[in-house]
């Protein structure tokens, strides 16, 4: 299965604009340019669509996770929080945190734990970023 969406950028790197388009129609249009992506303005980013990948992915991968456990979720509250960083080459995403809440009818802490840490290694988001992942997980 092959999912898509196109970008594109008018001008140079400091002073252009860009928008970036979902085939689903999620979004259209999505405006991003360099001062919201490696500055402080307000906006969108590339690392926020990662962001948005990644808590979407690992919340369905724990999900799954945790029903073969036979626990499960009432509800999986996710966030993931992506850090791009200046490095030698230019800029790189580094990290991208997770953190998570679940509400489980029948609680259990390890197996627990162990679907989530399966759930952050097995989700195919977290298998295409070529950085570090850190995980809080919490039950509700």
Known sequence: MKRFASANWKGGLKGGQGTVTAASGAFTNLPYNFVQRFESGAGSSPEELIAAAHASCFAMALSAELERA??????????????????????????????????LSAPDQAK??????????????SK???????LDAKLA
Do not use: M, R, W, Y
């Open 128 to 134: 295409l970023l070529n950085a570090k992942i850190t």
């Open 112 to 125: 627990f734990e162990q679907a989530a840490n399966a759930a952050k290694a097995g989700c195919p988001i």
């Open 70 to 103: 036979g626990l499960p979720p009432e509800n999986v509250d996710a966030k993931a929080t992506v850090t791009l960083d200046k490095v030698e080459s230019g800029f790189a995403v580094t990290s991208s945190h997770l953190e998570v809440v679940v509400k």
